[in-house]
């Protein structure tokens, strides 16, 4: 039987298939559904050679009256039947939604033959099983704090556009575009706060060295989002602004460092994500400025999060009469003052739009299981129209979420703890989105991986709940987890490993041997892994040890078939116009492989410094992971944008640990150049990290 990636509901083969043609004739009988038939064709986005208005085409005919006796709600909102028989295909859908998502299966059911096309007749019924399938994914994610720009932070409108037809192609029918840093609009109120011109340095290969440029958000340059968010509606997607409740708000922390949160006296506390005073009333109103503007923008939605590292909260004196007043702790602290904001900005919302929907992901610091009496006061303590995008998944049993459930509704919850790629997305462009690419990654305390998310993702659709939410926080290099999203959130139901092959063969075809092989044997080290690298990095705990060596030794003897592999793939992608789009992701996973090389020798050294005899040892070895470092680098800097620590903030920041690393080495090689001003392992750690 054909794969068709989501797995359709209903699926049955009609034999025989039809004979070669060389192309499709899209015509329609929709009364009551404008624009279907351009729909329909602008949905083969990445097959325009098939579409086709010649005679000896063959015939594609559009309905609109959806027979929905079956009485399921989402069948007749986002669901669709294609019937592809020899001689013609009729295809049924109530709505444009449901349109799009059958473009979607009649083009895997499409193959190109030297001589032209032929299509594998089926009968599919088909509908998701959530009604909401959303990914967050970043417009700006940390910008100006630790970050300039990566992945989609630097996309202009036609690559948001082809984004946005990637996920309808795979029925994800919400974005949670994160706004955490600089604002990528205009605010001619703050202007201070918009990702305009901010400075940085970039390599410059012509004369190999570096040059200062300023850069500007592309959405700020040229602005798109609203014609996006317009493209968007017109297949079935919906906006949401994913935003710190109070953290990363604009630039306004980095241009009035005076009103962030006050320390206490003494703290070594490195960073407090950035967050404000919400005792002052200028910072109030910015606030409220802010919120105002982002829901101008034209989004459907507003997420709020709220930090979950509260080790210690504002410690100025009208906090502490305010928020500490009956508080025994700083998250105690840290939620009264979280609640006071965010009824202050739902209410600002509600005058700006009705029908913004309004969400929050919050409570997730200890207790993890929690009494049924505390869940109800979390409950009466917000709006009750305020969805949430976050439930207990990780690290509790499934009664946990059970409790959530019926304590909020089903209705109100739209994600749980979700964030594989959230976490993954740390590693500074190395991938680690399963665990067993992770080193003896059994043993580390987080256990974010894409195969957590499944488990959940499963257990929601078995819960009924509104909907699901995943992150793409990078999608370059990363596509399994936004096919695991489609997959489950559609109602898939098989185990994970049978899901990975069958959705690589689904979209692959004949390269998704070497593909699966490749994300199988991929062993990632992070440089921080090095027991000489002594800056907390939370995301992964586990030091190279000599019990690793063996697994290192037998990475270095795979590495020339893993690149080989990885060649095979990019041709075979480059060579079909339906995945040609997918070859930067195997050039980032080309990147990445080429960098782990030299991690393995850097690792190998890093482990024979830590047991070498004498100080020349010690030396030699300290020597060689200096210029493996410059190697990595050299490697780095040639493929990458943003690749230098950002200082914005008054913490050095860079998600790529070479600069540390550079630090350490210098200062164990030459104390009487000793540097003493760290540079962290990227915005995301700093919430962990104390002097």
């Known amino acids: 039987m054909k794969k068709i990636m989501p797995q359709p509901k209903v699926m049955k083969d009609l034999p025989p298939g039809t004979g070669t043609f060389p192309g499709i004739r899209v015509c329609s009988n929709c009364k009551n559904m404008e624009g279907a038939e351009d729909l329909f064709r602008a949905r083969f986005w990445n097959m325009e050679s098939v579409l086709s208005d010649g005679p000896d085409s063959y015939p594609v005919r559009l309905n609109d009256n959806l027979d929905c006796e079956n009485g399921e709600k989402l069948f007749y909102e986002q669901g669709y039947v294609l019937h592809v028989q020899q001689d013609g295909a009729e295809v049924y859908a109530a709505t444009k939604q449901g349109l799009a998502y059958a473009a979607a299966a009649l083009k895997q059911l499409i193959s190109h033959t030297e001589n032209g096309y032929v299509i594998h007749c089926a009968h599919i019924e088909d509908y998701p099983s959530v009604e909401v399938r959303g990914i967050s994914i970043p417009l700006t994610w940390y910008a100006g704090y630790g970050r300039i720009g990566f992945d989609s932070q630097l996309w202009n409108f036609g690559q ?95 241009r009035h460092p005076e009103k962030r949160m006050k320390k206490e006296k003494g703290s070594k506390f490195i960073n407090d994500f950035d967050s404000l005073c919400l005792s002052e009333p200028d910072t109030i109103e910015y606030l409220k400025a802010s919120i105002r503007k982002i829901v101008e923008q034209g989004f459907d939605g507003i997420d709020f999060e709220e930090s979950e590292e509260a080790f210690w909260y504002c410690n100025c004196d009208q906090c502490r009469k305010t928020f500490w007043k009956d508080a025994n702790t700083p998250e105690e602290a840290l939620h009264a003052a979280n609640t006071a904001l965010l009824k202050i900005l739902y209410e600002e919302i509600r005058k700006t739009s009705e029908h913004c929907v309004v969400g929050l992901r919050a409570w997730r610091q200890p207790p993890l299981i929690r009494s049924r009496e505390l869940i109800d006061s979390m409950v009466k303590s917000i709006p009750e129209d305020i969805v949430l995008f976050w439930a207990p998944g990780q690290y509790v049993p499934d009664e946990e979420f059970h409790k959530w459930i019926a304590a909020f509704g089903r209705e109100r919850i739209w994600g749980r703890d979700t964030e594989a790629i959230g976490f993954a997305a740390c590693f500074g462009r190395l991938l680690r989105p399963f665990r067993w690419n992770g080193l003896r990654a059994e043993e580390e305390t987080i256990t974010q991986f894409v195969e957590e998310d499944i488990r959940q993702h499963r257990g929601s659709v078995e819960m009924k709940v509104k909907g699901i939410n995943g992150y793409q926080f990078e999608w370059y290099g990363f596509f399994m987890a936004l096919f695991a999203h489609s997959y489950y959130g559609w109602g898939g139901t098989m185990e994970a490993g049978e899901f990975y092959r069958y959705s690589l063969e689904a979209t692959f075809g004949e390269a998704a041997d070497d593909v699966w092989y490749v994300m199988k044997n991929m062993l990632t080290i992070h440089e921080s892994q090095m027991k000489i690298y002594t800056a907390e990095f939370p995301m992964t705990r586990n ?55 030299v991690i393995y020798d850097m690792a190998l050294a890093s482990i024979a410094y830590d047991h070498a005899p004498t100080p020349e040892e010690r030396r030699k070895h300290l020597e060689e992971m200096y210029l493996l470092n410059e190697k990595e680098f050299e490697i780095i800097r040639s493929s990458y944008f943003d690749v230098n620590p950002m200082t914005e903030a008054g913490v050095k920041s860079c998600c790529f640990p070479y600069h540390e690393m550079k630090r350490i080495l210098t200062n164990a090689l030459y104390p009487d150049r000793e540097d003493n001003e760290p540079i962290y392992a990227g915005v995301e750690a700093l919430g962990w990290l104390w002097a």
Request: net charge negative; glycine share 6%.
């Open 160 to 254: 948001w556009k082809q984004f946005l037809d990637i996920c309808s192609d795979y029925r994800i029918n919400q974005l949670n575009m994160v706004l955490y840093g600089f604002w990528p609009f205009e605010f001619p109120e703050y202007p201070e706060t918009v990702f305009r011109g901010l400075k940085m340095q970039v390599y410059d290969p012509e004369s190999d060295g570096w040059i200062t440029v300023e850069y500007t958000h592309p959405n700020v340059e040229k602005p798109f989002l609203k014609e996006l968010i317009e493209y968007g509606h017109g297949l079935g997607i919906k906006f949401f602004a994913y935003t710190g409740l109070n953290s990363y708000s604009g630039g306004y922390a980095c």
């Open 543 to 597: 030091k190279v040890e000599k019990q690793d060596i063996p697994r290192i030794r037998r990475a270095i003897e795979e590495y020339p078939d893993m690149m080989e592999r990885i060649g095979r793939i990019r041709e075979s992608v480059r060579a079909d116009e339906k995945t040609a789009h997918f070859d930067l992701h195997f050039q980032k996973w080309e990147v990445a492989m080429r960098r782990l090389r």
